[in-house]
């Protein structure tokens, strides 16, 4: 089954300025395929590591980011992906408790004129155990320009004068289950990565 979702706001709430970001998520062999069709802003430019490779401090550039969260322990899975191709993975326990880095990863992105796409295959072993909430998030621009936007954004209300963007602000996650595209029976497999963890 495909879950899709499209990336409507800014992380403050505002209504994004260009066609949306769209991420759909749907059964791959030993993980979940992410599948993102995006606008091409190429601001910042390229990152400097080969394309289909891990490359730290991905976030700085164009990428777009799915986070993948057990509420009741705070561990979760970070993905970033970037047009031009490198991609970042963190495992964290706890907020912004990262305990394994630049982990492998199949992705493939592809830039066509004013717009790009790009697919990965996550492999089961990366998730927590019992995921049950996710946000995806869109980053691009410099400078003053730098614009960060969120599935699930901070409400308009909760904002305070001088507050940054925050894509750990883990309260903010919508509800998200992986059997909601694997089917009600899938189990997710167990993952060594994990063991020893909350």
């Known amino acids: 089954m495909l879950s899709e979702f499209e990336i409507l706001h800014t ?3 505002s209504p994004v300025n260009h066609d949306p970001i769209r991420i759909v998520f749907s059964p791959g062999v030993e993980g979940l395929k992410m599948q993102v069709s995006s606008p091409f802003f190429n601001d910042p430019k390229a990152p400097t590591g080969p394309p289909g490779q891990p490359f ?5 550039y164009e990428v777009v980011e799915s986070f993948f969260l057990d509420s009741t322990t705070d561990n979760y899975l970070e993905v ?6 490198q991609h970042l993975i963190l495992l964290l326990s706890g907020v912004r408790q990262a305990f394994q880095q630049q982990l492998p990863m199949v992705f493939n992105a592809t830039i066509a004129g004013d717009r790009w796409t790009g697919e990965a295959l996550l492999p089961w072993i990366y998730f927590p155990p019992n995921v049950n909430k996710m946000n995806t998030y869109a980053i691009h621009g410099s400078g003053e320009k ?3 936007e969120a599935l699930y954004p901070i409400p308009e209300d909760e904002i305070i004068e001088e507050q940054k ?6 309260k903010y996650f919508g509800d ?5 595209i ?5 189990e997710q497999p167990e993952s060594d990565l994990w063991k020893g963890k909350p």
């Not at 730290?56 to 700085?60: F, I, S, V």
């Open 11 to 13: 992380w403050d709430s």
């Open 56 to 60: 730290p401090g991905l976030w700085d």
């Open 80 to 85: 970033e992906v970037c047009p031009h191709g």
């Open 146 to 148: 730098r614009t960060y």
């Open 165 to 170: 963007p925050n894509f750990h602000a883990l």
């Open 176 to 180: 998200f289950h992986l059997q909601s």
């Open 182 to 186: 694997m089917g009600d029976g899938w």
